[in-house]
């Protein structure tokens, strides 16, 4: 059985929530921080990656409670941190959208590349590398942007 609710495929057979014409599935949480903030981490994922470009208009909170599985009143929390840092924008009676502000977005790429870049280097010295090996591990596997890695394929 499928249903369709505006933007939203809810399939009850496979258990699986995802929005018409996207390619990701009912999002995964984690007990070890708020469901809020797993929220709009995965907002701004996905206003990073792309899914969501500047200036579009944003599912409703309900949409995005039943992509995400979650309380309304969750995704209203999550929203609200977004729109607290510019991310996106309420406009009035129209609903929410990403800014158009191309400053904001780099800043968050910044810093969530940031992030990244700290856990990769709390991961590596967890196994026992240096900065100065990780670089060197980083540099001797590097791939250039749109090829492959040839040694995965072998």
């Not at 390619?23 to 921080?33: H, V």
Request: with cysteine; aromatic share 8%; hydrophobic share 40%.
């Amino acid at each position: 059985m499928v249903y369709y609710c505006h933007s939203v495929l809810v399939n009850h057979h496979t258990n699986t929530i995802c929005l018409k014409g996207s390619d990701f599935l009912a999002w995964q949480f984690t007990s070890d921080r708020p469901i809020y903030i797993q929220v709009s981490d995965q907002i701004v994922s996905d206003i990073l990656k792309g899914a969501y470009k500047m200036g579009e208009k944003l599912p409703s909170v309900r949409e995005f409670a039943v992509i995400a599985a979650v309380n309304p009143n969750t995704v209203q929390k999550a929203l609200s941190e977004l729109e607290s840092v510019g991310l996106i924008e309420t406009q009035r009676n129209t609903g929410k959208f990403v800014t158009q502000e191309r400053s904001v977005i780099e800043m968050a790429r910044k810093k969530r590349g940031e992030l990244l870049a700290v856990e990769f280097l709390k991961s590596m010295a967890a196994l026992g590398y240096t900065c100065e090996q990780t670089i060197s591990l980083l540099e001797a596997t590097k791939i250039e942007e749109g090829k492959s890695d040839e040694r995965s394929n072998a």
